[in-house]
């Protein structure tokens, strides 16, 4: 099984490798810098290492590194700088999905390719009625129009909602929500729920990112927790002490 991975070099994306190949995966990794990939990783033999900007790849390009993967996962996101933030590529996120799916679709798989979303529990999954507080879409709004990463996340998640949908027959999807995201060497338990339970602007949860690498692996590897969350947008959060 051979999964195809983007933002790789991130602090959620290397430890989603990291769970892949500990599970004997093969992955392919798409990365603008392959000297930030941790050792570990680039220098892995079940590890195709790919040095390109992912939006610099041409839809042919894009389907040849395709080609073969099982799934495609993506854990792009906007660097925390005013650069990151507000320069350009905006739409990092919704056009690296779209070119993607371009991508699969292309190579017209015998399978559907699963592919997984890294996205926040922030956004709301508007195929579901979401109880968000007033004040909490008011915040959102605020956010969405000073923030570009804000509105290209919830694009992201909108593209394989609406245009990929629950029956495009070569492509199966989840987008994956985890909420303050937080740094752990270990994996812990996590609650996974359909919606959020909490609310992400005034009483944030908390996520491991290595839980969100493992929860994301599972997706990807373990048929159960495939079918289970295919087509939605599971929320996670790390399991508080009882």
Known sequence: MTTLVVGASGATGRLLVKQ???RGMNVKVIVRSPDKLPEVIRG?????V???SVLDLSVAEMAEHVKGCDAVASCLGHNMSFKGMYGHPRKLVTDATRRLCNAINANNPDQPVKFVLMNTAGNSNR???EQISFAQKCVNWILRVLLPPVADNEQAADYLRTEIGQNDGMIEWAAVRPDGLTDENEVTEIEVHASPIRSAIFDPGKTSR?????FMADLITDDHTWNTWQGQMPVIYNKEPS
């Not at 892995?44 to 195709?48: I, Q, T």
């Not at 290595?210 to 493992?214: A, D, K, L, Q, Y």
């Open 210 to 214: 290595i839980n969100v690498g493992s």
């Open 20 to 22: 892949l190949l500990d």
């Open 127 to 129: 195929d579901l009625s």
């Open 50 to 52: 790919i040095h390109a």
């Open 44 to 48: 892995h033999r079940n590890v195709s």
